[in-house]
């Protein structure tokens, strides 16, 4: 099997490794986020929050259980936004493992969490 690695700097300090097999398609190549008019919520949750917001990995919520969100919904959008951008007690990374969105971007990805997790 041939293994094509692709390493992108990030934020001049994190390095990402992208490992595909055999040769990638168009369709298959992985992007991080999307930071032009084209941004994709949904995409970049997939991408860079689903590994832990879709198992639950380390007390993560969610995504679809309004009963992992409501405690922290609570304390307020803007408090989860922070967490979101921050990071969130030494378990959450900084922006969530989306080292190239923006906080807007960032803002949007929550706003797609938040919906698809409501009651």
């Keep these: 099997m041939k293994v094509a690695k692709t390493a992108v700097a990030l934020s001049g300090l994190a390095l990402a490794t992208v490992f595909t097999a055999g040769s990638a398609t168009a369709e298959q190549t992985l992007t991080l986020a999307q930071i032009s008019e ?37 304390k307020g959008r803007d408090v989860l936004l922070e967490n979101t951008i921050n990071g969130y007690n ?28 409501a009651e």
């Design 38 to 74: 084209g941004f994709d919520p949904q995409r970049t949750y997939t991408q860079s929050c689903g590994a832990c917001h879709n198992s639950g990995a380390a007390g993560a919520p969610r995504l679809g259980n309004a009963d992992d969100w409501t405690s922290r919904l609570e």
């Design 90 to 117: 030494n378990i959450m990374p900084p922006k969530g493992m989306c080292f190239t969105c923006s906080d807007d971007e960032l803002a949007a990805v929550l706003d797609y969490i938040l919906e698809n997790s």
